[in-house]
């Protein structure tokens, strides 16, 4: 099972987000966890690979579990761990080998293109200081068909 | 890849916990995920399961990989995602399908037989609010080799 792990960095109410090149969707950045890492470990090598950055205390604010359907069939599944932080040193990245990096200003973020699971997932973890946990479903060519978060809106 | 979900449950100073027949050691109760759970929900069904009670609002404390090897090979990776809540509904099961349950003083618990990494998890969301991020080695015969925590102590 594939796992990723990505975080928000939040700096002068902006946060720092990767621009996809395939379907131009956003991101924050983060990868795939390795085997034998634990979650905090791969969030901190992602981050710093994809930018340059090291961020420091990123604190686990949304765990979520993804299942790609094609013909009412579950073709994949795989779970992301969501961090969050305000803390980092180094310096970015003019270009990033995963695509454009950019600061977008906090509340811009929900309008760029992104996969529609993920404007649930920001919408949450900017608005509350409490983790989130959630199911979302897709087609195989990302159309999001159900989601499920818990609690089902920010407190 | 197999993933558990487990929950530490205290109440009057005292947590619930499970002693598994085959070793005679202590876990607090869970299990493992099902294919398209999240977190929450797994943890929610599996103490429920295995104890008759379902708990309210358990909130992720622990986030762990665990590797065992034999040889210097990794012949086995898992994740661990272990919960805390003080609340919970309904009337604990008298016979556990999954071993003896009993509520155990919070001082009595790193008396009790059980893995020895699971020491290390205890003894830190027991002391501490934060959440902790941790990797853990063992030998097929559940000797603990290498533990690496993060934060390395309770804060």
Redesign the interface.
Known sequence: ?Q?VANCILLKDNHILMLKKPRRGWYVVPGGKME???????SVVREFNEETGLRIKDP??KG???F?MKEDDQ?VQ?W?M?TFYTTDYQGELLEVSEEGQLEWVAVEDVLTKPMAEGDRYIFNHILASEE?V???FVYTTDFQLIDQ?L?PSRPM
Chains 1, 2 share one sequence.
């Open positions: 099972m796992r085997a034998g890492e634990n979650i905090k470990d604190e686990l765990s979520f579990t299942i579950t599944e779970m761990f983790q946990y959630g199911t499920d818990d």
